[in-house]
């Protein structure tokens, strides 16, 4: 396997913070095509974001990452049980879990090995679901500014695997027959604050500090200010989310 990248250590407590919580009715609906609601798998879990929505509808949720720093702000869970591993280092045994999902994970891992202990460790008919969420809508104005960072200042600064996300994992290698899925997105008030807290939680700022010295969110701020100038106002944010999910058993797709 490839080394680990960590890219999110250095701010795993404001990528905690300040992460959205994805739709309950992504969780469910996860929930309604598994064949067990005993055991669900959370790959890169990070601080468990995933993790809680699944704890919902299943009796556990074992919940890996490779970062400790990153599971060192998850929120304890009496259904989740969080262990250190890489994408091929589930812990479980074969065919014991109903679901194997990676929430914003997937681009970055070895994904040879982490498919081939999902399919090691689901039951039959168990299913595989990756997803990713890309650029965050707001309004007009503030999507101008956010724009201008993501795409103009920190164009420097994205790792490569920041494709993946914004083509909606359209290119990623997922070698299966995909299941028909309703279309999902996270939908949540948002304070200017919190934006820039998740503003601050990319890979490419925390670079961008460490390589220039220089926090490129004190760059994007005037111009924050100017298209949200009450900071006690809330704005509804909206992430669409993009879901590729197989059933294991089937046919993979042609390789």
Avoid: N
């Avoid at 929930?31 to 704890?55: I, K």
């Avoid at 060192?72 to 812990?91: F, K, L, T």
């Avoid at 707001?138 to 164009?155: G, S």
């Amino acid at each position: 396997m490839s080394p680990f990248a960590d890219h999110f250590t250095s701010q795993a407590e404001q990528y905690a913070r300040w992460r959205p919580l994805y739709p309950p009715s992504l969780g469910r609906h996860l929930a309604s095509l598994a064949p067990s609601l005993d055991l669900a798998w959370d790959c890169g879990t990070g601080s468990g974001q995933a993790a809680r929505m699944l704890a919902e509808s299943f009796r556990e949720v074992a919940a890996t990452d490779p970062s400790a720093g990153q599971l060192g702000q998850a929120s304890p869970h009496p259904r989740i049980r969080y262990r250190q591993g890489r994408e091929s280092e589930s812990g479980l045994p074969p065919r014991s879990a109903g679901l194997v999902c990676a929430a914003q994970a997937a681009h970055w891992f070895d994904l040879p090995a982490f498919y081939a202990e999902a399919e090691r460790v689901l039951v039959p008919g168990g299913v595989l679901a990756i997803w990713c969420y890309g650029r965050t809508g707001i309004d007009p104005e503030v999507d101008r500014a956010v724009a201008w960072l993501h795409d103009d200042r920190l164009a420097a600064h994205w790792p490569s695997e920041r494709a993946h996300v914004l083509d909606g994992y359209a290119r990623l290698f997922f070698p299966y027959e995909t299941l028909p899925l309703p279309p999902f997105a996270i939908e949540s008030p948002i304070s200017r604050e919190a934006l820039l807290g998740y503003l601050g939680s990319w890979s490419a700022v925390a670079r961008c500090r460490r390589c220039e010295g220089v926090d490129p969110l004190a760059e994007v701020l005037p111009a924050l200010e100017r298209a949200w100038p009450d900071p006690e106002s809330v704005k509804v944010v909206r992430w669409p989310i993009a879901v590729l999910a197989a059933r294991a058993g089937l046919q993979r797709a042609k390789s």
